[in-house]
């Protein structure tokens, strides 16, 4: 049983069929119609297709001014291209702990870690559930920063009633295959802020603007463009984004019910007022379980697993370039070791969820303890 298998029919197929024949490959009507789609799902004003979420978060900081030798606050907890954006603008990637309920950056922690070469807090929706966003604004706010969501697993979660992506000055998707829905490989820039999209217009293709005849290039820009190629396999999976999230909805409680009597596996907490998109559905496990050796025991079973994501100040870049002691980022230090990714995908069905945890109960057993 695979992690995740993308939810693909004949739509997807025929609508790059369509754009083969009309010869307009590159950007064109067809990401301006994925554009208008994403945004009006998120509730913002402006959405830019990009050619990945990593491009869209290097754009978007770029674009909020960061510079060569700023500071960015991000949690430590999450996929590296979060902190890879940041360091190649030449800038630095401040890591802050996690709340280990939800896997987000502890709120609580952010102030400490702004100096005054901070130039934007980048908080990470993990898995699938918001930040708790709330007090993050209220402190960039005071002290007068931007917030870029970084929200590549997050389409379609909601905090207190507002939907991801437009909880503070921007947000960036991913459509990853492992994502809600996906482009193959592609991603989303949404905001409110019309001077913010006035310049991501113009950094997205090349630093250009289109005049009567011809471009003038006024920055040194990117090629971040999103085809129309994957732009029309995204308008076919918005067709179905309904029926993906309350699919994903309706497993994931059917998981954690499953999941509830068994001891040493904590399932996925929502807090009240949050929808969880579930892009994955990461378990912890006690810290007496070797989780390496349950993802080895798992796939024996046939069935794939992985870890929850990174502890990016264990990952050997960040750790040579920076040194920071697992002691002071101790959530993050564990959820590293200790997240477990489950599969989760709209074509499982209840025995197939039934078969998972047995294999998982099962594998935990064979697993044995962690050595110390």
Known sequence: MRLNVPLLDRDEAEAVERVL????????????????????????????????????LHLTLDALGVRAGDEVVIPDFSFPATANAVV?????????????????????LVE??????????MPVHAFGLTADMEPINAIADRLGLPVLEDAACALTATYHGRQAGSLAT???FSFHPRKIITTG?????????????DRLRVLRTHGAVRGELYMDFIDAGYNYRLSDVHAA?????????????????????????????????RAPIVPDGYTHSFQSYVVLLDDDIDRDRVIVE???????????????????????????????????????????????????????????????????????ARSS
Do not use: C, W
Not at 113 to 118: F, I, K, L
Not at 185 to 197: H, S, V
Not at 351 to 367: G, K, P, T
């Open 233 to 265: 396999i995204g308008i076919a999976q918005m067709g179905k984004l309904h029926t993906i999230f309350e699919a994903r909805q309706r497993l994931a409680a059917e998981l954690g019910s499953l999941l509830a009597d068994v001891a040493s596996v």
């Open 112 to 121: 400490a870690a702004v100096t005054e070469r901070t130039k934007a807090i």
């Open 298 to 368: 798992m796939k024996r079973r046939d069935i794939e697993t992985t870890l929850g994501t990174y502890s990016m100040h264990l990952q050997p870049y960040f750790r040579g370039r920076f040194s920071i002691d697992d002691e002071a980022l101790p959530h993050a230090t564990r959820a590293h070791r200790q997240a477990l990714t489950l599969p989760l995908y709209p074509q499982l069905r209840t025995a197939d969820l039934e078969l998972i945890v047995e294999r998982l109960v099962e594998a935990i057993a064979a697993s044995g």
């Open 185 to 197: 490989e592609g991603g989303m820039i949404t905001t409110n802020d019309g001077a913010l999209a």
């Open 21 to 56: 024949e009309s010869g307009f490959l590159t950007q064109g009507p067809r990401a301006a119609e994925f554009e208008s789609l994403v945004a009006s799902q998120v509730g913002t004003s402006h959405a830019f297709a990009v050619s990945s979420a990593t491009t869209g």
């Open 88 to 108: 190649q603008l030449g800038a630095v990637p401040v890591f802050v702990d996690i709340d280990i309920e939800t896997f987000n950056m502890d709120p609580a």
């Open 170 to 172: 921007a947000g960036v």
